[in-house]
Structure formats: C-alpha cells, structure tokens
C-alpha cells in the first residue's frame, strides 16, 4: 500500500544557523551610552525581521489545498492499481490451488516458477509505483518551496525586512516572536491573489 506522507515542510532551508547569526549580529551592535536626564526618547524603530507561521500558511494557502488534492488523486490512483494488480494475482494463485491435485509434477512445477515470477514481477511493480508517487511529491515540494521563497524574497525587498522567519508549532529554532512582527495574514492574502491570477 501506497502511504501518503505528510507534506515536507515548505522551508527546511532556513536553518538554525540563520538565527544563530542574527543573535551574534545583535549582539555585536555598539552599546549606547548612559542616558542623560535631558536625552529625547529613541524614536520607534521599524522591524526588520519578521515571521510568518507555518501552520497557518500551509493551512489557508489555496495553492497548498490544490497541491494536497493533486497528491491525494495521485496517491489514490496508484493504490488502486497496486491493489488490484494484488487481487488478480491473489486469484490467479487460489485457482490454481483448486486445480493443483488435476496437473502432473512437471505442470505443478512450471505453473509455480511462473506464479513465482509473476510474483516477484508485482512486487517490483509496487516499489517502483511507490519511488515515482514518492518523487512526485518531493517534486511538489520543491515547486512549492521555490514559489513562497520567491514570493517572501520580493516581499521582504518591498517592506525593507532584513530577515523574514517561519514559525511552527513544535519547531524548536523560533521559540517566541512578539505578534508585532507576525506578516502571516498580509502573506497569505497576497499568495492567494497572485495564485488566483495564475489559474485564471
């Protein structure tokens, strides 16, 4: 049986190493100096890095929706052919077995070697059904993968961020990020016009 897996996620990419250079690079800016009584308020500085979550955008990108059911289509198909390339050979071998008592050793023989081919055949049909519904998905993957990368790339370009973060539960890299810096809902609007411009 063919299994479907969950998809990968969209940004495997984005390592900790990212985070551990933004920290340093925090870190080495110059420290003020002591704040003296007549000293005006620092004004509001813009964010340059923000987030956007992962759970959300996986969930409500229509894109991703369309390429769930395309996979799941894909997925089903196959198993189905699997399934019912096993059936007819299941009742290949229970006919045989009623007539087996009928046919002399050599027959018995040969109709056995043939089963046991046949078998074999099946078996290598089903690994190779599952590689090429495996590397469609991976392909997908990617496809998706390059097309939020390219979106997030122009995004942060047109907003002025330095750094755009995903965030996702159980994901230990980006433990917490203030809501302030959450794009999340103006990323997902614009994926899903510009997705909806694509499929017109």
């Given at each position: 049986?063919?299994e479907m897996?969950t998809t990968?996620?969209?940004f495997?990419?984005i390592?900790?190493g990212?985070?551990?250079a ?10 003020t100096?002591?704040k ?7 004004a509001?500085?813009?964010a340059?890095m923000?987030?956007?979550n992962?759970?959300?955008?996986t ?5 991703v ?14 198993q189905?052919?699997v ?13 045989y ?7 002399s050793?050599d ?6 070697q ?5 078998g ?14 495996q ?5 997908e993957?990617q496809k998706l993968y390059?097309?939020?990368y390219?979106f997030?790339?122009?995004?942060a ?11 996702q539960t159980?994901?230990?890299n ?5 809501g302030s ?8 609007k ?9 499929k017109?």
């Amino acid at each position: 049986m063919i299994e479907m897996k969950t998809t990968a996620s969209i940004f495997t990419k984005i390592t900790l190493g990212i985070l551990i250079a933004g920290s340093i690079a925090a870190c080495n800016k110059t420290k003020t100096s002591d704040k003296t009584s007549d000293a005006k308020p620092a004004a509001p500085v813009k964010a340059e890095m923000v987030f956007i979550n992962q759970d959300t955008l996986t969930a409500k990108y229509d894109y991703v929706k369309d390429m769930r059911k395309r996979l799941e289509d894909k997925g089903k198909a196959a198993q189905n052919d699997v399934g019912g390339r096993k059936q007819a050979f299941q009742r290949e071998v229970a006919e045989y077995q009623k007539g087996a008592n009928t046919l002399s050793a050599d027959q018995r023989a040969t109709k056995e070697q043939a089963l046991q081919r046949e078998g074999q055949d099946l078996q290598t049909y089903e690994q190779n059904t599952t590689a090429q519904f495996q590397n469609e998905q991976a392909g997908e993957t990617q496809k998706l993968y390059e097309k939020v990368y390219a979106f997030t790339k122009q995004y942060a370009k047109e907003k002025g961020y330095k750094m755009v973060f995903t965030f996702q539960t159980g994901n230990t890299n980006l433990l917490y990020a203030d809501g302030s810096i959450d794009v999340t809902a103006d990323v997902i609007k614009r994926l899903n016009d510009a997705y909806a411009k694509e499929k017109k």
